[in-house]
């Protein structure tokens, strides 16, 4: 960036994404299974004392799912189901069992797919009397309370949680091992609690071309608000497209009128993307590849904004405020790490947003994202590299302080 003003921007970006890893929403890591579980197919559970949270299901009579880790003799693992409060669950309870060695057995009849090699067997049952249900603030789901037990491992050695309806019932459970908070989990978990919250056969509303359509206009006029245009003359009196490179976005707006135009300017830029992308998907329950051109609206809004006869902004505020909708404080996370370590070593604008909005891509692809958020960075890419492009004709400026270290002379 060009100026102390952009650095503490791209400062409040990264905040903004680091502030709100603080929800207890993400208590746990949470996952989905998605392609089913089984005896011969396992979840491998990489460290049982790591709270992980995954969202199953229970899809025929012959379902058994199986879930594996690695235990050390005396360590204790957190093991729970809990059932979301979905119609038709009401009395949806499942079997649950703990396989490994060193265990007593204790006389369970296991489904006939599960093998046993020498290891024993212990039941954990669901308590006596109802349920206790409890309401997840942040998701706005409730569930109801199973089993839930602390076992403490007798031996070292591979472990199997096995999950099964000893009746055959459907339905679906959230298997929970361990208590140690850490952050990770699904990107894209939010997204997918809306389809995974119907009765098991029942597939989620349909989205019409309507709604989409609103939603994708909707999007489009947040994003054209010309906010920091607006803000620099209402507080610095002065239009920011005379200053710097005359881009109409937040950093102007800061070398204009200081905090008091920037922050704002920052901040709704921000909003303007993550407001009705967040509202798409986790109020609406949009998913799949609706969900794309809604995500982008935006980011063409501001680009392309109408109100500045097309002459929009380099989208870099609203490309976080996009990616929370999608990702929470994941993709803006990554983006404003990314784009803090390029600031740190580049004077080129252009360069620096490129090298951030790279290293989202290979989060995405490190994580395995769905195709939908591979698609909604493709076209963010492409938008991001259209407004930068006379920035990108020249190559990147190296820090002073990375000249010196390097024995360089300045470049000019």
Same mark, same amino acid.
Not at 57 to 76: H, I, K, N, P
Not at 206 to 226: D, K, N, Q, R, Y
Not at 366 to 371: D, G, I, T, V
């Given at each position: 960036m060009r100026s102390d003003g952009c650095r503490v921007l791209t400062a409040i970006l990264l905040s903004i994404g680091l502030a709100l890893t603080s929800s207890r929403a993400w208590a746990h890591q949470p996952f989905f299974e998605e392609t089913d579980t089984s005896p011969d197919r396992p979840w491998p559970i990489s460290d049982p004392s790591v709270s992980t949270a995954v969202y199953a299901? /229970?899809?025929?009579?012959?379902?058994?799912?199986?879930?594996?880790?690695?235990?050390?003799?005396?360590?204790?693992v957190y093991l729970s189901l809990?059932?979301? !409060?979905?119609?038709? !669950?009401?009395?949806?309870?499942?079997?649950?069992?703990?396989?490994?060695?060193?265990?007593?057995?204790?006389?369970?009849?296991?489904?006939a797919a599960v093998r046993i090699c020498g290891?024993?067997?212990?039941?954990?049952?669901?308590?006596?009397?109802?349920?206790s249900t409890f309401f997840e603030l942040f998701t706005r789901t409730s569930y109801w309370e199973r089993q839930k037990r602390s076992v403490t491992l007798p031996a070292d050695g591979s472990y199997r949680v096995v999950v099964w309806h000893p009746q055959g019932e459907v339905g679906r459970y959230v298997f929970v091992i361990g208590q140690k908070e850490r952050l990770g989990g699904d990107p894209a978990f939010m997204a997918k609690l809306r389809p995974y919250w119907t009765p098991v056969g029942r597939p989620p509303?349909?989205?019409? /071309?309507?709604?989409?359509?609103?939603?994708?206009? /909707?999007?489009?006029?947040?994003?054209? /608000?010309?906010f920091s245009v607006w803000l620099g003359r209402l507080v610095a009196r002065a239009d920011i497209r005379r200053y710097a490179d005359g881009n109409p976005g937040a950093a102007n707006a800061w070398r204009a009128g200081g905090w008091r135009a920037g922050l704002p300017a920052l901040l709704l830029d921000y909003l303007k993307g993550a407001a009705p992308v967040a509202l798409a998907r986790f109020g609406a329950g949009?998913?799949?590849?609706?969900?794309?051109?809604?995500?982008?609206?935006?980011?063409l809004g501001h680009a392309f904004s109408p109100f500045l006869r097309f002459r929009g902004g380099k989208a870099l505020a609203v490309t976080f405020g996009i990616w929370s909708g999608l990702t929470l404080w994941t993709g803006p996370t990554v983006l404003g790490l990314a784009l803090t370590l390029a600031v740190a070593l580049n004077r080129t604008d252009g360069w620096s947003a490129l090298f951030g909005l790279f290293a989202l891509g290979a989060y995405l692809l490190?994580?395995?994202?769905?195709?939908t958020l591979l698609a909604v960075w493709l076209g963010n890419l492409a938008v991001v590299l259209w407004?930068?492009?006379?920035?990108?004709?020249?190559?990147?400026?190296?820090?002073?302080?990375l000249r010196k270290l390097l024995g360089r002379r300045e470049l000019r």
């Open positions: 299901t /229970l899809e025929s009579a012959t379902d058994v799912d199986v879930f594996t880790f690695e235990g050390m003799r005396d360590q204790t809990v059932i979301p !409060q979905i119609p038709g !669950q009401e009395n949806f309870v499942r079997a649950m069992a703990l396989i490994g060695p060193g265990l007593s057995g204790d006389g369970t009849v296991l489904p290891e024993g067997v212990e039941m954990i049952p669901p308590p006596e009397g109802p349920p509303s349909g989205l019409t /071309l309507e709604i989409m359509l609103f939603w994708a206009v /909707l999007g489009f006029c947040s994003g054209s /608000l010309p949009i998913d799949g590849w609706p969900l794309v051109p809604i995500a982008l609206a935006p980011v490190f994580s395995r994202a769905s195709p407004k930068q492009r006379h920035d990108l004709r020249t190559p990147p400026r190296p820090r002073s302080w």
